[in-house]
């Protein structure tokens, strides 16, 4: 055979490798290519989210309402995606429940939701416990998803894949949010799940931004206890509420009769439930057009539209039918109201309102002495009701007390005075344990301080009553002894009121004739012996005096 020429092997040789160095060539630019694609089409995803997050931030600075930017954000979210499947959940632990914020579905929406919202509940405790560290839930396929109830409901919908992001508010898992479709697979990447929680994280900021806003701006303008609005509100609203078409306008006041008494005597926390039975009161009794707010610390006001004089007398009369519903024989709710109609344009606002407080004003001041009756019945009924005293006790001792002040020559103010005082005296035995109270045996040291304090109590809380001031320093001064040996505060002889006087006599008299739980009672003879023995020390000798010629000079049932 012929051999080929030496140079023509040397061409056949590079021709090889020169093709074998294209091969590698157009291999390294095929890989080149595919990275250039991959990146590519990371860039693409990289540039729909940072859209998307763009987006994003402009509605947020357009939309007002938080639920509003929310939907549209996942509405955007969904359609720029293509993906099938969005939904935004938030989860109460405390309550235990999840609750749907929005949920977007292709085919069979309702009954979807339906579905997907039983499964959330059901597996509640699944879905904490892979969140609470921060973790998201990437399903690729559905054999990747461990929980098995939830399985089988997405393979149901025919959903492949489920990207779910938790949300977290000042460290505390508060919601969710879901992304899948139900038409292809696809693979979540990092960047997926990165940008996507970067948006997802713009909504969340929103929404705690807007939240706080809301709870700032309500602050404001309400009142915390009552949740009605407060007068701030209403001295930058009035111009609003002021407006002829809400003519005839009714303007009402009401007054909290004896809160300062309720807070004295049954402590701040009843003052306030008594205030927020009020608020509900006056909501129940009020149309939705009506604005209610908190006036001052005992005040109420209300702002009625078109609304005449004898409707507002109706809706005054309902509220307080309302109120004797919601008291009890302890702690009976009364309030005080005044209102005034302003029926022409070119009358001033604050000249109405004015006379409206006037109107209650003079009509708290009117039933004062009706108000102060109930108030010594509540007052009497809870002294009662919290120690061991009876009516006929009561009784035997206004009884006591009169011919004693008769028999001293009182008029008839005293004795109106020394009557009321013989109800209300131990009114401070309320802020007493009733351990301390019904003990049986003596009282330790410890225990007498506590008792002892009693008379300061029923004086600050008789102080603030109208109509009954005038009695709170003989409550206070009743316990005093005519040798200065008493307390609280160690008057001795005249310095004592005389009224005090009077009820520290009587109210020992019938203490000793009656049976006590620390001991048996002593007879009448017994009793007055132990009076008269006490004359001087004690008691006053002229009360004393007064005593026998007035109560003990006659028969034994007199007295009694």
């Known amino acids: 055979m012929n051999k080929k020429p030496l140079h023509e092997n040397t061409q056949e040789k590079q021709l090889i490798e020169i093709i074998k160095a294209q091969e590698s060539k157009i291999n390294e630019l095929s890989t080149e290519l595919e990275i250039l694609k991959k990146v590519e089409k990371e860039l693409q995803i990289s540039l729909a989210y940072n859209q998307i997050i763009s987006d994003a931030c402009f509605m947020a600075i357009q939309e007002k309402d938080s639920l509003n930017y929310v939907f549209k954000v996942l509405s955007m979210v969904k359609k720029r995606l293509k993906v099938d499947q969005m939904y935004f959940f938030e989860i109460s632990q405390e309550k235990g429940t999840i609750n749907r914020i929005f949920e977007f579905m292709t085919l069979d929406e309702v009954n979807q939701k339906e579905k997907l919202l039983a499964e959330y509940r059901e597996g509640l405790n699944w879905w904490i416990e892979r969140f609470v560290n921060g973790g998201t839930m990437n399903f690729e396929n559905l054999e990747a998803t461990l929980y098995i109830n939830l399985k089988k409901i997405l393979r149901e919908q025919g959903i492949y894949i489920k990207l779910v992001l938790p949300l977290f508010r000042v460290g505390e898992y508060s919601s969710f949010v879901g992304l899948g479709s139900c038409l292809e697979k696809r693979e979540w990447t990092e960047t997926d799940i990165s940008c996507f929680q970067l948006g997802i994280f713009i909504v969340a900021g929103y929404v705690m931004h807007k939240g706080m806003e809301e709870k700032l701006i309500f602050s404001l303008y309400h009142d915390k206890l009552t949740g ?231 004086y600050r809380i008789v102080q603030v009553i109208p109509g009954l001031a005038s009695v709170a320093e003989y409550i206070l001064y009743h316990h005093e002894r005519w040798d200065g040996k008493g307390y609280p505060r160690g008057l001795k002889g005249e310095e004592i009121p005389l009224l005090s006087r009077i009820l520290a006599v009587a109210d020992s008299f019938d203490a000793m004739t009656n049976d006590r739980v620390y001991r048996k009672a002593m007879s009448t003879e017994e009793a007055i012996a132990e009076i008269k023995r006490n004359a001087g020390t004690q008691f006053d000798p002229a009360v004393v005096n007064a005593f026998i010629e007035s109560c003990c000079k006659r028969e034994k049932n007199d007295v009694l």
């Open 228 to 458: 009605l609005y407060n007068r701030r509100y209403i001295e930058e609203e009035i111009r609003h509420i002021d407006i002829p078409s809400h003519l005839p306008l009714s303007v009402i006041i009401s007054d909290i009769n004896g809160l300062k008494l309720i807070n004295n005597c049954y402590g701040n926390e009843t003052g306030d439930i008594t205030l927020k039975k009020v608020a509900e009161v006056l909501k129940k009794n009020c149309r939705h057009e009506d604005i209610i707010a908190r006036w001052g610390e005992d005040e109420f006001i209300i702002f009625q539209p078109l609304t005449d004089e004898k409707a507002t007398e109706e809706r005054i009369n309902s509220i307080n039918k309302e109120c004797l519903l919601n008291g009890d024989e302890s702690l009976r709710i009364s309030l005080s109201f005044g209102y005034a109609i302003k029926n022409k344009a070119e009358e001033n606002i604050c000249q109405v309102v004015e006379k409206a407080e006037e109107g209650m004003c003079r009509n708290k001041f009117l039933q004062n002495k009706s108000y102060r009756n109930a108030v010594i019945l509540s007052l009497g009924a809870a002294i009662l009701e919290k120690s061991m005293e009876t009516e006929e006790h009561a009784e035997r001792l206004k009884e006591i007390c009169r011919k004693i002040g008769e028999g001293m020559g009182l008029n008839s103010q005293q004795l109106d005075e020394l009557e009321i005082l013989s109800v209300l005296h131990d009114i401070g035995k309320v802020a007493v344990k009733e351990s301390i109270l019904l003990k049986p045996g003596p009282l330790t040291e410890e225990e007498w301080v506590e008792m002892k304090k009693h008379s300061n109590v029923g």
